[in-house]
């Protein structure tokens, strides 16, 4: 049910304003991009199609907090297919950004961020299989580098919303 007090009417202008959301106007809800998208044949909550509606009636709140907005796997299968060339894994990566900029990140996303900036590496390797590969003799992995990791993300708002336990935010400020 959509109460009045949730909608945004000028969401989707704004959004049009946005590099990447300029051509949601231009969606006429056919849902090829919903038929055609590979993460929704194996989803029953994951609808591109619902997505942009929800953006199109001004549910901006409902949007930019929904999880299934991050399960999208930007194959550009929507952008590709749609009749009206709206790009539609543009207008989602758009959507995503201004869910980070208010705080709507999945722990997932926040914890690989995490690892990111503390290792350098998006992913721990763990210890079993560092000593697998030795057991095997097959080269080290490369180390990461968290300091170019840092540099390279210093003014990234995203990092802005991961702030660690102790009041230290991820690019290593107080």
Not at 50 to 55: D, G, I, R, S, V
Not at 140 to 153: A, E, I, M, Q, W
Request: aromatic share 8%.
């Amino acid at each position: 049910m959509i109460r009045a007090y949730e909608i945004d009417p000028k969401f989707k202008y704004e959004l049009q304003k946005i590099p990447g959301g300029e051509k949601i106007l231009k969606c006429f809800q056919c849902g090829t991009c919903t038929s055609d998208c590979p993460v929704a044949r194996f989803s029953d909550s994951y609808r591109p199609r619902t997505l942009l509606h929800m953006a199109h009636l001004g549910l901006k709140d409902r949007v930019l907090s929904s999880d299934t907005l991050w399960l999208c796997a930007a194959c550009f299968k929507c952008t590709d297919r749609c009749p009206q060339d709206v790009e539609v894994a543009d207008v989602i990566r758009v959507l995503r950004n201004l869910a980070a900029e208010k705080g709507y990140i999945p722990q997932v996303f926040k914890d690989q961020a995490r690892t990111l900036v503390e290792t350098g590496c998006a992913f721990r390797i763990p210890d079993l299989r560092i000593k697998k590969r030795e057991s095997q003799g097959l080269p080290p992995l490369p180390k990461g580098n968290p300091k170019s990791v840092k540099r390279t993300l210093k003014d990234v708002k995203f990092f802005e919303h991961l702030q660690k336990s102790a009041g230290e935010n991820l690019n290593g400020r107080q």
